[in-house]
């Protein structure tokens, strides 16, 4: 079993619109969590960090929350763009980096 | 520019063949990566080295090898040994082993035909 689970596994919503991804982890002990950007037929892009200590941080319209105490992570779009359609892809950093398999989001016009 | 480059970018093997895939950066990191991405699965470890002349298996390394002669290159060799070789392949970098952030190359797509 994964021990990094991102859900839904994928998403289509309208331009304009907002969403949010979820991320669940198991892995322990935890370093920080990112959250990765990509691309059809690219590497991913790191997008934020989130430590222990933080619940919330921001990066334009993308915004992240952690809840340790849960172990649950979310990743909220606003006002969404063409442009971000991707795959989102949650990772938790422990002694090594856990992968979830990602949420493909489609932003259509 | 600094970066990671990996080539090609698309490639196509016949069954049997081994096939090397190039990795290479010019960012100063200690620590290179190799994984897999296949649909529907999150990115799996092949290998990892985290100095020059040193190299450690992950969790899939069976049917691939790896050198690190060089600190700016780790190539991945998959070889005839590998049961299921079409997939994504990623090199990634980060500036110590162990670092929170890993910076992706751009995928090398395999195809075996």
């Known amino acids: 079993k994964n021990q990094v689970e991102q859900s839904p596994q994928s998403l289509i919503i309208l331009e304009g619109k907002n969403c949010t991804l979820q991320c669940n982890y198991t892995v322990s002990p935890f370093s920080n969590l990112r959250w990765y950007k990509q691309d059809t037929g690219r590497g991913p892009v790191s997008l934020t960090i989130?430590?222990?200590?933080?619940n919330t941080k921001s990066n334009g319209r993308y915004t992240a929350t952690l809840d340790a105490d849960t172990k649950q992570s979310s990743l909220h779009i606003t006002a969404s763009q063409l442009s971000d359609s991707a795959s989102y892809i949650c990772?938790?950093?422990?002694?090594?980096?856990?992968f979830g398999a990602g949420t493909r989001l489609t932003v259509k016009p | 520019d600094g970066g990671i480059t990996q080539s090609p970018k698309y490639l196509f093997r016949k069954e049997g063949q081994n096939v090397t895939l190039s990795c290479e950066q010019n960012?100063?990191?200690?620590?290179m990566y190799w994984y897999r991405q296949d649909p529907g699965q999150g990115l799996r470890l092949i290998y990892y080295?985290?100095?020059?002349?040193?190299?450690q298996k992950g969790d899939i390394a069976e049917g691939y090898s790896v050198s690190r002669e060089k600190k700016e290159s780790f190539p991945l060799t998959v070889t005839s040994a590998q049961k299921n070789p079409t997939a994504f392949y990623l090199c990634?970098?980060?500036?110590?082993?162990?670092?929170?952030?890993?910076?992706f190359g751009q995928g090398t797509r395999l195809t075996v035909v």
């Open positions: 990634a970098s980060s500036i110590q082993p162990g670092d929170t952030e890993a910076f």
């Open positions: 990772v938790v950093i422990s002694n090594d980096m856990r």
């Open positions: 080295s985290q100095i020059v002349n040193d190299f």
């Open positions: 960012l100063n990191h200690d620590a």
């Open positions: 989130m430590t222990f200590s933080e």
